[in-house]
């Protein structure tokens, strides 16, 4: 067992845990930030995906002692309201279906949006090709992705 | 209107008005249940200060707001927000001032709180109408009584109750305190279909906001004080069972409380249909934190052995009691496959025999005989299994995503020897279901677990634990033979459908009743590897089979794919075949296939694109695909789908193309990639690493979906969508490469 001071969602969360644990687990045993989930363990799936600083990762692979000062965000922190334009334009297509994965594909999302602020639709295959969705919300997603992008343009 | 009686779902309106007389001040949060998408609104929706419980269905409070409680498990089909949408517009309120609840395990209330078969909309339709509808009448009762006017003057309009000729009106919240006194109708008045005001608009997801800002909804996020967390080892193999396990070493490892095998099914116990169970006897690891019991889980030193042949006996969903052999042996992909293609040349039985089958291949110009297969899936719901479990000596409390919760509860019951009374299950939103949660044997699991830990446990699976644990979709195998004449007209058709461990054989589907000669046989082999119901379950295979096989006839015959099969059609509702009934209505069949048609511009061809189509009717629902294919670098590109499907009223039109865009796209991944092999009774696939799973660059570009309009009672939406989709790729795929496809996965 270890000690370490996090920063997640802009507050210090202090947790004792074994340095080997993935943030996967600490956040959704220890701090019961149960917005990301857990789909496969093993890097293939995207449920499990924070930012840490601006880029998106898969926390079921990123071992807590590893993290140091960088920012974490999870989708509880992604917006204060649910109003991040990702999140408006979920709502707005009504991509989900069973909603399971949809944390992860909105993490995905708002990373690439950060970084690709009017992407391709070839560039939004590539960034979200590592999210799996079991239900088929695809189009949607894509759908979705692009209006978020297209919103953040005209404000 | 439409009068009918109140006999369906009854038990709902009954037992409630009781327990509502003198209105019930219900127990209620605001925020744990609030429409979420109308968030903007909460602030200028007050709560009200009471609620009064119509009947289960609904409560009103003083101020209008009506509280809508959802049946049916949600597990992305829709129905939390549909079902209540029903509901709501024989009410007749505005759906922004309604809040949806999920309805708990209630078999005394509720009828059928199963997903499963696409039914939960058909099977509920008169139910909610009915639910919405007597509370609109004891409303307008109460008004007539307050107001000392005829009921028969009043009418209602979003929300409110108006009397003309006085010229008052009143809301449903000032009078729901009188309404729920009135004792519920005999006979209500049900909506013109025309007058829908709330079905048939598009209304966006009730658990919209809450999924978008990753709230606690699905099972495994179960987190309660006190509680433990339990995982699982299961033999690795099928064939296998346990010898020996030696803890010592684990417990001592940090977190962990205690490790100890568990019989989840007594080796005389009475099995429902749905108490499958692969491993009768597994490993329970508990401990603090699940990174904790997960690395125990890794160390843990446990020795198998192979089981001998056993009996189990067991209730089918229909029918008499059998009893299943399960026999012993570490089965392999290979093997099966060599079963699988003797049975080709085997006898079988006969399930179906039209006309003289024999004389007409004899007579036959041309016979077209080709054989499908398809492997194992894996149902890979995205939400791994898991269930809480707080067992008590004389109660249970338990929670986790569940298809079928009722049977899930009967055989707790049994199980624990507890009386269904003392159990308690609330059904939390599934992270996908596709029929995997129908087959519970980790609730089991996890009651065991906390009544022999004697406190509050949550088990979860490990993705592997999960892909590895049977239930599959059994491995099947299809011959179909068709005999020509001289003017190519289809004179004869012979299915041979068998599968590991079932046939997929629908005996009396189309092209049943479609060709005057006409032979179904079937055939099965056992296995001991465990199967189950996956989204269509033998419809899934048995469409593309024979929409692949018709597409290769109606070559051979010279006849345009969607023309050839509209023939047959016809032919099926103007000379039916007498002789055996058949279980489709030909001319709905053939209403998708000419909105596909019209829809996709058959015909019109564009460079490059490949076109497959196909079409199938289960779930009481008819579905046509058109696939646009473009093959590029050695692969599939698919640009569009087109869908045309017949499921009668469609209630929430957004949401249903979703469910049918997710159909096409799960069946087009699983139609190119899906399978699970084994080893030695070891299933090869583990995660997804090795299993492959359609991703977003795979996916259509564009998917149209069209619905049939028409006023009949809403069928089934979440299985149909499905099963077309394999052959329409396949018959594309054939279009682009020049390549038949008769295995599937269809990629390798
Ligand atoms: S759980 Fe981390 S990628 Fe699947
Ligand atoms: S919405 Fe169900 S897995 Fe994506």
């Excluded at chain 2, 092209?511 to 046989?521: E, H, R």
């Excluded at chain 2, 080893?679 to 564009?702: C, H, L, W």
Aim: charged content about 20%; proline content about 5%; some cysteine.
């Amino acid at each position: 067992m270890a000690l370490f001071n996090l920063n997640i969602n802009g507050k210090t969360q202090e947790i004792d845990v074994d340095p080997n644990t993935p943030m996967l687990w600490v956040l959704r045993d220890h701090l019961k930030l149960v917005g990301t989930k857990y789909g496969c363990g093993i890097a293939q799936c995207g449920a499990c995906t924070v930012h840490l600083g601006n880029n998106a990762v898969r926390s079921c692979q990123l071992p807590v002692s590893s993290i140091g000062e960088e920012k974490v965000t999870t989708i509880e922190g992604l917006s204060e309201n649910g109003d991040h334009p990702v999140q408006k334009a979920w709502l707005e297509v009504d991509v989900p279906q069973c909603g399971y994965c949809q944390a992860g594909q909105i993490m995905t999302a708002a990373a690439l949006l950060e970084k690709n602020p009017n992407p391709s639709d070839s560039e939004i295959e590539t960034a979200m090709n590592g999210n799996i969705c079991r239900c088929g919300t695809y189009i949607r997603i894509k759908k979705a992705v692009k209006m978020a992008a297209g919103a953040a343009a005209n404000s | 209107m439409v009068s009918v009686k109140t006999n369906i779902g009854r038990r709902a309106f009954i037992k409630n008005t009781s327990l509502a007389s003198g209105g019930l001040m219900l127990g209620f949060s605001w925020l744990n249940s609030c429409k979420s998408n109308e968030a903007e609104k909460m602030e200028v929706r007050e709560m009200p200060k009471e609620w009064f419980e119509i009947n289960g269905y609904l409560k009103i409070g003083d101020n209008g707001l009506v509280t809508i409680i959802s049946p049916n498990p949600e597990g992305g089909q829709n129905v939390k927000t549909s079902m209540p949408m029903i509901v709501a517009e024989e009410l007749g309120v505005d759906w922004n001032n309604v809040i949806v609840e999920q309805a708990p395990l209630n078999t005394a209330l509720y009828n059928r709180q199963f997903i499963g078969g696409s039914q939960a909309i058909r099977t509920s339709w008169e139910g909610l109408r009915m639910a919405g509808a007597s509370a609109r009448y004891m409303l307008v009762a109460a008004a007539a009584q307050v107001w000392e006017v005829p009921a028969a003057e009043i009418t209602t309009s979003a929300g409110m109750l108006h009397h003309e000729a006085s010229n008052k009106s009143v809301s449903y919240g000032n009078l729901a305190s009188a309404a729920a006194q009135v004792s519920v109708p005999e006979e209500v008045e049900l909506k013109e279909i025309g007058d829908f005001d709330i079905i048939g608009t598009s209304k966006k997801n009730v658990d919209g906001t809450d999924i978008v800002t990753g709230k606690p909804l699905f099972g495994i996020d179960t987190y309660k004080d006190g509680m433990l967390t339990a995982m699982i080892v299961h033999p690795p193999a099928f064939g296998l069972k346990l010898k020996s396990v030696d803890g010592e070493a684990v417990k001592s490892m940090p977190g962990i409380q205690d490790v100890f095998p568990i019989k989840v099914l007594e080796d005389d116990f009475t099995r429902q249909h749905f108490d499958t169970c692969a491993f009768l006897e597994v490993v329970a690891i508990v401990g603090g934190s699940t990174w904790e019991v997960m690395q125990a889980k890794k160390a843990l030193s446990v020795q198998w052995e192979p089981f001998e042949t056993y009996t189990e006996e067991r209730q089918p969903y229909r029918g008499p009691q059998q009893t299943l052999t399960i026999p012993a042996g570490l089965e392999s992909t290979d093997v099966h496959r060599k079963k699988m293609a003797e049975m080709v040349s085997k006898k079988a039985e006969v399930v179906r025999k039209d006309g003289n089958p024999e004389a007409a291949f004899k007579n036959a110009v041309k016979v077209i005989e080709q054989t499908y297969t398809a492997p194992f899936l894996a149902h890979n719901c995205m939400e791994p299994m898991n269930f809480f479990a707080d067992v008590k000596e004389d109660s249970a409390q338990l929670s986790g995503p569940l298809q079928k919760a009722e049977l899930t509860e009967q055989t707790l019951a049994a199980r624990l020897g507890m009386p269904v009374e003392r159990i308690d299950i609330q059904m939390t939103r599934l992270g996908g279901g596709y029929g995997r949660r129908s087959y519970a044997n980790w609730a089991l699991e996890a009651a065991l677990i906390s009544q022999k830990m004697q406190a509050p446990i949550k088990l979860v699976y490990s993705r592997e634990d999960d892909m590895t644990g049977g239930i599959y979709r059994p491995a099947y195998q299809v011959t179909y033979k068709a005999a020509l004449d001289v003017e190519n007209n289809l004179t004869a058709i012979h299915v041979n459908a068998g599968g590991i461990p079932e046939s997929p054989l629908y005996a009396d589907r189309f092209p049943a009743g479609a060709v005057d000669n006409y032979l179904a046989q079937r055939w099965e082999i056992n296995t001991n590897i465990t199967i189950g119901s996956f989204r269509a379950p033998r419809s899934n295979f048995m469409a593309s089979a024979e929409q692949s096989f018709l597409d290769e006839v109606a070559e051979a015959a010279g006849k345009d794919p969607i023309d050839f099969r509209l023939e047959l059609l016809d032919h099926a509702s103007k000379n039916p075949v007498v002789s055996n009934p058949i279980d489709y209505d030909a001319q709905r069949y053939a209403g998708v296939l000419k909105l596909v048609k019209e829809k996709s511009k058959w015909g019109e061809t564009t460079n490059g694109i490949s076109r497959g189509v196909s079409a199938y009717f289960c779930h009481n629902s008819y579905a046509a695909q058109v696939v646009d294919m473009r093959w590029e670098n050695d692969k599939p590109i698919i640009d569009k789908v087109t869908c045309a499907i017949d499921c009668g009223i469609v209630v929430n039109p957004d949401a249903a193309s979703n469910l049918c865009e997710g159909g096409i796209v799960d069946g087009i991944g699983n139609a190119l990639y899906g399978e699970q092999t084994f080893k030695d009774g070891v299933p090869q696939k583990s995660n997804f690493d090795t299993y492959r799973m359609i991703r977003m660059g795979e996916a259509p570009k564009q998917i149209d979906v069209h619905f049939v309009e028409n006023n009949i009672d809403p069928t089934g939406l979440g299985e149909p969508t499905f099963p077309p989709v394999f052959a329409a790729v396949a018959n594309a795929l054939y279009k682009a490469t020049g390549k038949r496809y008769y295995d599937q996965p269809y990629l390798t």
